[in-house]
């Protein structure tokens, strides 16, 4: 492989933690912080992984700090998910170009449909995109417009300091900060699929299945059997607390356990570094511990906020590694999947599969506590 094209400047006094020893850096911004600021826990940019498999990893996979996957198969290239805006599909593709100048992308996968793995899928227009049935169903659930007005209404609300409204404002607006709506069009799949869909590019086959409802309502993995290589979506988290959109937990419990049936011997998760199978044990021990912590919370009444505020409070919880994680709060968004499951009476907690923002209003909340509480 030659040298990236463009320069890229080497953070020479940062000493980054390699993600995995197999993986080896080969291009990037050349960024030492996160695109929220923070001190990078390993180095953004492309990755070679071995044998044709290769990641963008962004870190520290906060929000849209989502990692993608590019497989070269013979002279073209299969992209597995784009980033949140055109600015940052754009930036990967100019760094990537060492590689896809041989091997242009003709296909792309999105793992879901959260915005930040499909909103810079316009940019592939003409290309095969392929999703599952459930992902194509959801794509349209949340516009950009709409994401747009919440940043610039984040703004002033942050200027509010009534019923929480100015919390809000700065949790959207510090999450939002780094990313740019504008001029995108929701691009939905060309080609669906339920199950499981086998394809043969390049002489490469690579097996897309599909592990939700669990994280959103449609889910799929992608495996590239021949190289042990697995690209999790947002199933898996690493570093990162995960959240559970659609549940139920089993699916996405029994998603991690098949992850470690492959045996991959690489793992790209949907956030966070490379991760390895002690990784996906531990988010497999994360929804038992949820499970279990918030179970008898819900049988003596208390609502998932107040439950998730008892949760994160208790030494228990503090005891685990999962308090290390960031965005603690996301466990609020989990406990309502669970009450879902569980079936209280929407009443007993005010509303029933309630709004995204009036959850992440809820969420900015449990975050301020959290704050306090460290
Ligand atoms: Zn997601």
Known sequence: MRAAQH?????AKHRFAEPLPQARWLAGPGR???RFGEQAAFREGLYDLGRGCHAWMVPNGSWG????????CGPQT??????WDLPHTREMLRLCESLLSHAPIEVVINTHADGDHCWGNQLFEGREIIASHACVHQMHHLSPRAMQAMQHSARFMRHLPVMGVNGL???MHDMLAPYDFDGIQITP???EFTRQR???VGGVDIT???VGPGHTDGDLIVHVPDRRTVYAGDILFVGVTPVMWAGPVANLVAALQHLLDLRPQVIVPGHGPLATPQDVRAAIDYWGFLQEALAPRHRAGLTPEEATVDVLRSVAFCATPFAQWALPERLLTNAYALYREWGTAPSAWGGGKIGQMDLMRRQARVARAWRAQN
């Open 78 to 83: 299969v992209l597995i998910d784009t980033c």
């Open 7 to 11: 320069p890229v400047q080497h953070p």
């Open 65 to 72: 700090e989502t990692n993608l996957g590019l497989i070269t």
């Open 208 to 210: 897309l299945t599909e």
């Open 32 to 34: 030492t912080r996160t």
């Open 169 to 171: 404002g700065h949790y």
């Open 198 to 200: 086998h394809l043969c």
């Open 189 to 191: 799949a060309t080609v």
